[in-house]
Structures are given as C-alpha cells and as structure tokens.
C-alpha cells in the first residue's frame, strides 16, 4: 500500500517554511485539564499566524498517555476542532506527536490521521533499548498510516544518539516529509543536514530545527556538501519549537523577515544575528539548561501564566517546578529583551481566547 501523500498546500507550506509552535497543556490547579484554557492557546497560536500547531509532542508532557491520565486523545481533538472552528483561508499544519513501541505509535498514528492531521512528529523516548535498525522498522510502520515528521530528540530530555546513516536510511523512506532536529549540538545538527542532501529524496524532505538554543542560526545558514562530485545545498527552512509556544506573535514576525531575506538573496544583517543572541538567551531562562532541562515546561508555562494564557504552572508530574532561580532569570530576559515578548498582542486578544468554549 502507498504511503499517505500531503496535500499539495500542506506540502508547500512545509517547504517553503513556517512557524510551528508545540503546544502546551493547559491544566487547572487539580491538574486536571483545563478545557477553557487549552482551547484559547490554539486560538492563540492560529490568530498569531503560526503555520501550524504539534500537539501531544513533549511540550504538552507525554504523560498525557498514562492509564488514569489518558489525555491524548482529547488534547488532539480539541486542537483540530480549533482549527476547523477558526475557519482559515490559509493553510494550517496539524502535528501530532507519536511515541512508544511500535503497537502504540501505530494507534497513535490511526487516531491523528482519523482526526484529520497532516504529519506524526515521531519520537524515540523511551526506546534506547532499541537498533536503530528497530526504530527505522517502526518509523516505516508509521509511514504507511502518517506522513512522518522524523524527531532528532535531545538525550537531555529522553532522546538518545543516533548516528549519521540512521538519518541516512530514514531519509529514503516514502512518507518522510520533515526532519526536526533538536539534538541542541552542533555536530549531530549537521549529520542530519548531511544525511539528508546526500539521499535520493533530498529535494522532498523538509528541515526544521527543534534547537531551541540556536533558532535565528539554524534558519539563516545554508548547508552544503559535494555529493557525486556536484555541490548540494539545503536550508533548514522553519521550526517546530517549544520556544515558540511562548512569544508567538514575535515569532511569526521574525520568520517572515528571514523568509523575506532568504527570497531577495540580500546579505543578513549583524542585527538579525544579536536578535538570534537575545532569543537564545531567553531561552535559556525558559528551559533551564542549567539544571539539566529540570524546568523546561514550567517556564514556558510560567511565561503564559503571566500573559493570562494559563491560570498557573501545574504540570501532571507534581515534581516539575521552577528551578532555584529560574524565576530571576525569566525577570531578567524580560526586563532586558521587551521587543521579544507579545505581550501587547495576547492583552488585545485574551478575553476573546477565552471567552467560550
């Protein structure tokens, strides 16, 4: 059976380049989700001009797919009854995340392709037990149910290392559409950008960053090899970011100036490289590389908290919390980056995000 094909608009969008922001879970206080508040960050990220959401991803915890927990299947659902209900004239992307062996990534694959979205972001979390052999077996399974959105995940956060003809082989399976790569280091970036240029379908696969750590360098830097003795180049052309589930509206705006730069093959400005500098640096207040990622999620949160997006910071795992000082570094980027944050943005549109369900 054939693999199932993007639709064209889709696909475009997904080459040309676009703002993709992982989407949060929105709890209440209980820890229970919060319907009202999940919902309004979709419409956040749809009316801030995102090209497309990825939902049930590690942004939005995976222990949304524990027994007793068992919230992937509506967090999903909510997101694409979002973009339906906003009635867009323009293309939006909708990700799924899928993880697990190979029986449960398939499930997962069914029920996002059921409910109408576009790509399966495929993690290896929880898999290091596994061949690399193995995991190409399965992203192949998940090829014929999804278009698949292959994941280069920091081991920092559950991902493990995967060598160059890894992403070499995946790079020749039908139905790989993107590759996001967050392995948040240099040298792996770079064997995923050779892998792909030096494959046969280097023309139909899309690289995104997940480096939250080096979004404006990722996106303003051609990569190029010599490849049967003739010279290929490849931009990662968009990103599928945690960083941008914060800030999205500056986000959207900083992509299409570097779209816009990339068409007109004009120099890159110095500015657009410090801007790149100020973004990584509240990143690193967001994620807090400092403590091993230990806050990673709460920060995100705790940036939406005080934009009125969420009503707090709970996580599923009552053990994620801000680590010490991590709220003195958020103070810090904000009172030293305000051109950065949307703030005005999400004030003008807050009470309509959340005014129904």
Known sequence: ????????????????????????????????????????????????????????VHTTQFEIRD????????????????????????????????CGPTDQALREAELAAKLGFDLGLVSTGGLESWTESELLQRVEAIAGVIPVFGFYLQPAVGGQRLSYGFWREMAEIPGVEAIKMAPFNRYQTLDVARAVCESSRRESIALYTGND??????????????????????????????????????????????????????????????????????????????HGFHGCIPGI????????????????????????????????VYRAYPHLNDDEFVRAHLAKWLGSL
């Open 1 to 56: 059976m054939a693999a199932p094909q993007l639709k064209p608009d889709t696909k475009a969008l997904l080459q040309r380049g676009t703002v993709i922001p992982a989407h949060p879970l929105a709890l209440d206080s209980f820890r229970r989700l919060d319907e009202r508040r999940q919902r309004a960050l979709s419409r956040y990220y749809i009316d801030s001009g995102a090209g497309g959401i990825a939902v049930g």
């Open 67 to 98: 027994p007793g927990i068992g919230l992937y299947e509506p967090v999903l659902r909510m997101a694409a009854e979002e973009v339906e209900a906003a009635g867009l004239e323009r293309t939006f992307i909708k990700i799924a995340g899928i």
């Open 213 to 290: 750590d080096n979004i404006v360098a990722d996106l303003l830097t051609t990569y190029r090899f010599t490849v049967n003795g003739v010279k290929v180049q490849k931009r990662i052309v968009g990103g599928l970011l945690g960083h941008w589930a914060v800030w999205t509206r500056k986000a959207v705006e900083l992509m299409s100036q570097i779209i816009d730069l990339r068409e007109s093959g004009d120099g890159i400005p110095g500015e657009l490289l410090t801007r790149g500098v100020e973004i990584s640096d509240a990143n690193a207040a967001f994620f807090d590389p400092g």
């Open 301 to 332: 949160h705790e940036v939406l908290r005080r934009q009125g997006l969420l009503e707090g910071r709970w996580c599923l795992n009552p053990e994620e919390e801000l680590s010490p000082g991590q709220m003195d570094e958020i103070d810090r």
